[in-house]
């Protein structure tokens, strides 16, 4: 059991806490909050990145699990400064924090829960301006892949789909206590509609058209993904055949990580019309 500031880090809560000054201050810096933001932390742990970000703004919301934080986290800041939401960030409402404009969601985050995490947050996009999260780099590496890579999946194409992303730093694990097993990395989301509607000079979208049928859309991915060193012709024979995949201009012989984000929400939209 490793005691980090007097508490006992837990395992089981994925606490491994930001002790670098370094990284903290890049960390704060790449998420840029400026006053009258509405920011969300979820885990905010001991506080390493809270306090920075309340140096910068007047208010900020957090989501922890962790009675015993809580309670520390109460001692040290004014609830009319922070906002405590106890619970389980995987069941929050993030809806409920809209407020005075758009989320900014931050967090290193506990990755024993990553996944999911970000899985629940898609339901959020439309409501948020970026996030900005520590993860480890593995999971970063393939949320960024391109098609072609060996780390191109599910998780890149669902992600994609939605988010903007982009790796800006590798955080080892010394910056930590107790350290993880592994390098972390700090990743950037920002959503695809949102940033459309902004303008804001972020690259174009990669993603294509919408996906007209979501739950379709997934569908699809997960099953080419089920396999992935199988042909397209044989994970996705349950949706479609080989010569409309091929008039699809999707390669029947292709294997799930060869083909683009834009060819998933393609072929899900030619699905989703057939199905009318
Ligand atoms: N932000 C702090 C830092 O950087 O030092 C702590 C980060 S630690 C990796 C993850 C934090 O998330 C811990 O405070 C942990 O208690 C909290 N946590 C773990 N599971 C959670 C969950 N399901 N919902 C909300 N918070 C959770």
């Known amino acids: ?6 508490h006992t880090a837990r395992k089981r809560f994925g606490q491994n806490f930001l002790v670098s000054p370094g990284i903290i201050r890049r960390i704060v810096d790449a998420i840029g909050p400026r006053p009258g933001d509405t920011i969300v932390e979820i885990g905010p742990g001991l506080g390493a990145i809270t306090e920075p970000l309340l140096e910068r703004i007047d208010h900020l919301h957090v989501v922890e699990i962790d009675r015993d934080l809580i309670a520390r986290l109460q001692s040290r800041f004014p609830p009319e400064r922070l906002s405590i939401h106890e619970g389980d960030a995987l069941e929050f409402d993030f809806g409920a924090l809209k407020g005075a404009g758009p989320l900014k969601i931050v967090g290193n985050l506990p990755y024993n829960i990553s996944s999911p995490l970000l899985f629940h947050l898609v339901r959020f996009a ?3 301006h970026d996030m900005h999260f520590m993860l ?14 060996k780390d191109f999946g599910r998780l890149s194409v669902m992600l994609q789909y939605r988010y903007h992303m982009e790796r800006l730093f590798i955080v080892p694990p010394g910056s930590f206590n107790p350290p993880p097993k592994v390098d972390s990395a700090i990743v950037r989301m920002i959503p695809v509609d949102y940033s459309r509607v902004m303008q804001s000079g972020i690259p174009g979208d990669g993603a294509g058209d ?14 080419a993904f089920s396999q992935r060193r199988k042909m397209l012709r044989n994970t996705l024979r349950e949706f479609i055949g080989e010569a409309d995949l091929a008039a699809l201009g999707i390669t029947p012989t292709a294997r799930a990580e060869d083909i683009a984000v834009a060819d998933y929400v393609r072929l899900a939209n030619a699905l989703a019309d057939l199905a009318r």
Not at 1 to 6: F, N, Q
Not at 137 to 148: C, H, L, S, T, Y
């Open 126 to 128: 439309p409501l948020v």
């Open 210 to 223: 919408t996906a007209k049928d979501p739950a379709l859309f997934a569908r699809v991915v997960t099953a």
């Open 1 to 6: 059991m490793k005691t980090v500031a007097g």
């Open 136 to 149: 480890q780099k593995e999971v970063v590496d393939r949320m960024v892949a391109e098609p072609g890579s």
